[in-house]
């Protein structure tokens, strides 16, 4: 095989070299859809079980497929490893599940995924970590609610739905401060676009659901570790860093909780999860282009109270997210309007927008967030989480613009 340093990201998504050249020199990666793998004889699974060997052994602990889905992955963010999920929850819970402890603290922002906020708040609760909400556009104050207990920091590189912005750069250099890892699920910005790490992320998290998996094929998530934090202040990790140095975050999720936990995620949908990660980025440059020039043209449409998108000038959040994301800023928006009502009856009239909840199929979708994602939260916590009874959520695929908008001015109609 050639040398390919040096290649461009677009280049790269195609041509990362399996470890292995196959049998019969297969263009695509082979799925290899087995539980276990054979061994010539005892001493040979001696090793592998004790991990002086990489072979292969089980499937649950990985998988030639799967293994190269990581290696794609961790070739174009230039992370020191990548571990993928069966989804983007999996993704989350096994990395909070290697850094948390009874009697630590998360300090998370109210303004996160529904279902992270209640893995947060009520599973990982009842198991006796506390989870600090704390504004993170406002450093001094996640400064303060960060002590010696605290396993993490987290929060989501742009909100949803409130299209927030914090400044990850400083919160970066907080957390290095106090000895806290920066745990960040950049699902809405993807990798090929942000480098994570460049702005001190240590730990990026993913649901590959959405962009990666490409027209919404399968469930996935990914844990991508710089290993930038300082694992020797991690009461959980610590007795690894001697080994390990600040690989011990990987060490403890590959050697404990992807093993205890059984979520590692499965060939057949690391084959699927490689195919959209080949045409990721012309996806995303495409889908990001519509919607920041439907965001425009949607301002100015009577029935239309706000449209909320950082890609928008006017946008607070703009310039901020011009610093981290580049020139484009996601295929999600939100539009508000008069009532919970008129949302409801916008939602109905859609006739080319998909009535779904997910994120960033081929395929644009509207979902009203309070009543569903949202919606077994009381009034009160949807207030505290700025989730809005007036805000309806589009995620923008690949149609033509100029459909997308006509499908939403004759939904505004009267
Ligand atoms: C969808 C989503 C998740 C959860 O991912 P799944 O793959 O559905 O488990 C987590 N975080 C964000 C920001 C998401 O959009």
């Known amino acids: 095989m050639t040398a ?4 461009a990201t677009a280049s790269r998504l195609l041509h990362t070299d399996y ?14 859809h087995t539980a276990a793998y054979e061994f010539d004889d005892a001493a040979q699974m001696e090793a592998a079980f004790t991990g002086r060997t990489a072979d292969f052994a089980y499937s649950r602990l990985t998988n030639p497929t799967v293994a190269h889905f990581e290696n794609e992955v961790k070739a174009v963010t230039g992370a020191h490893d990548v571990m993928a999920f069966s989804s983007g929850m999996a993704a989350i819970s096994n990395t909070f599940l290697a850094l948390a402890h009874a009697g630590s603290n998360i300090v998370a922002s109210p303004h996160i995924f529904g279902n992270t906020y209640s893995f947060f708040r009520s599973t990982l609760a009842d198991f006796g970590v506390e989870t600090r909400l704390c504004d993170m556009t406002d450093p001094s104050a996640v400064e303060a609610a960060i002590d010696d207990a605290t396993a993490g920091v987290f929060l989501e590189a742009i909100t949803n739905p409130q299209l927030e912005v914090a400044d990850l750069r400083a919160l970066s250099a907080i957390c290095r401060r106090k000895g806290a890892p920066l745990v960040v699920d950049t699902t809405v910005i993807p990798f090929t676009h942000f480098r994570a790490a460049d702005c001190g992320v240590d730990i990026e998290v993913v649901s590959s659901t959405k962009y990666v998996s490409g027209g919404a094929t ?14 020797s202040r991690s009461r959980r990790l610590a007795p690894l860093a001697a080994q390990f140095g600040n690989g011990a975050f990987t060490a403890k999720m590959r050697r404990e909780i992807v093993r205890n936990l059984g979520a590692y995620m499965t060939p057949h949908v690391a084959y699927m999860q490689t195919l959209g990660l080949e045409t990721m980025q012309v996806r995303y440059e495409r889908a990001s282009s519509t919607c920041l020039a439907l965001a425009r043209r949607l301002q ?3 029935g239309i109270v706000r449209v909320n998108y950082t890609g928008l000038e006017e946008n607070p959040y703009h310039a901020l997210s011009r610093s981290l994301f580049g020139d484009k800023a996601g295929a999600m928006m939100t539009v508000d309007l008069a009532s919970r009502e008129a949302c409801f009856r916008m939602i109905d009239r859609l006739r080319l927008i998909r009535r779904a909840t997910n994120l960033f199929d081929n395929k644009s979708l509207a979902i009203h967030p309070a009543s569903t994602i949202f919606g077994t939260f009381s009034e009160e916590e949807r207030r505290k989480m700025d989730v809005s009874q007036q805000t309806v959520r589009l995620s923008i695929g690949l149609e033509d613009p100029d459909d997308l908008f006509e499908d939403i001015r004759q939904a505004l109609n009267d």
């Open 4 to 7: 390919k340093k040096n290649l």
């Open 19 to 32: 470890p292995a050249r196959d049998a019969y020199r297969s263009l695509s990666m082979p799925v290899y």
């Open 218 to 231: 399968s469930l996935g998530g990914l844990v991508i570790d710089y290993a930038t934090f300082d694992c």
């Open 300 to 302: 100015s449409l009577p």
